[in-house]
């Protein structure tokens, strides 16, 4: 029984990165799709090595996921909190990817975990919480609208005498870097948070300890799960990124993902914190397109993904608690 509760908890675990895949591609490649830079399965399949790259630069942040956020839950019922807090992430994922919202993959799982934890009596590191998810989902928006404002205006300043055609063939070219730059931080942050999960479970069944390096095969099976979610393809959340918020040309794409991709990578390599993808490309790009002018950004859609971001960890924590009530009414 305890052998098939952690393979089945980590097949959930691939399967949320699967879902994470497919709902948070479009952070990577939205831009250059919309500004014609790539096409479309052009674009995933950049993502989707990209993604499988970024996974194999670090642990920092999978080490923060499996540590830093509750106290490790011991036996079947820490596997059922485990299989829980899964539950509620894909949950929470599908009905934003359905409604095109595009919310926090990071923050569903973080909520899932927290509620299944508070659910099965777990104590939660609220310091780390605070530290590692709360104050950078404060923080890394308003870092990506103040940074992607100032890149973009850097480029308009330094091009203010190109002809603007020229220009804009330039930087298509360019946004194939910025866009797989993109990418690479969206494996190196991701595809750590499943590995994180999957490294907990494996401690909780008593094959781990959080001092041994994490398994070649957790590294590549979440990789791998990560670039295949990538390839089938984010088109509703692509939209909701790449023209609904603002009509971006190809030198506002490259000053947007350049400044996600940047904060993706001091955020992961310095202070080892998961942020959120979806966060720091979707401040970028409002801030990119408010140098053109303010009311250029469509504010009313900017207003509801903000919400979506609020309401992501309480909704992802409740579908928690109750996946880990009825695991516990049918198992334990």
């Not at 939205?30 to 670090?58: D, E, I, K, Y």
């Not at 390839?231 to 190809?250: C, F, N, S, V």
Request: overall charge positive; glycine content about 10%.
């Amino acid at each position: 029984m305890d052998t098939f509760a952690l393979i089945a908890t980590v097949l959930v675990a691939l399967f949320f990165t699967y879902t994470n895949g497919f709902h948070d591609s479009a952070n990577a490649i939205a831009t250059s799709v919309s500004t014609r830079a790539l096409t479309p399965r052009a674009a995933l399949a950049m993502a989707a090595v990209m993604n499988l790259a970024g996974a194999f630069l670090g642990s920092g942040v999978a080490k923060t996921v499996s540590e830093g956020l509750i106290e490790t839950p011991t036996g079947s019922s820490g596997m059922a909190i485990l299989f829980a807090a899964l539950v509620g992430a894909i949950v929470w994922n599908l009905v934003t990817w359905y409604f095109g919202l595009p919310s926090s993959s990071s923050h569903a799982l973080f909520g899932g975990m927290v509620g299944a934890a508070l659910a099965g009596g777990t104590a939660v590191h609220w310091n780390g919480v605070l530290d590692k998810i709360i104050t950078p989902m404060f923080l890394s928006p308003v870092v990506g609208l103040i940074v992607g404002y100032l890149v973009m205006t850097v480029i308009l300043w330094l091009f203010r005498r190109s002809n603007p055609h020229k220009a804009k063939r330039g930087f298509r070219i360019a946004q194939t870097v910025s866009a797989a730059g993109m990418a690479l931080g969206h494996g190196l942050q991701d595809a750590q948070k499943t590995m994180g999960v999957v490294v907990l479970a494996l401690v909780i069944a008593g094959h781990q300890t959080f001092a041994d390096p994490i398994p070649v095969w957790v590294k590549l099976v979440c990789a791998v799960m990560l670039s295949l979610g990538t390839y089938a393809g984010g088109w509703r959340i692509m939209r909701t990124l790449g023209r609904k918020i603002i009509e971006l040309d190809p030198p506002q794409g490259f000053a947007a993902e350049t400044t996600g991709a940047s904060i993706m990578f001091v955020t992961a390599f310095i202070f080892k914190a998961p942020i959120s993808t979806t966060h720091v490309i979707t401040s970028a790009i409002m801030g990119v397109g408010a140098t053109k002018r303010v009311n250029a950004v469509r504010w009313g859609v900017a207003k509801n993904i903000v919400l979506g971001w609020f309401i992501t960890m309480p909704a992802a924590a409740l579908v928690a608690a109750a996946a880990y009530g009825v695991v516990k009414l049918a198992f334990l």
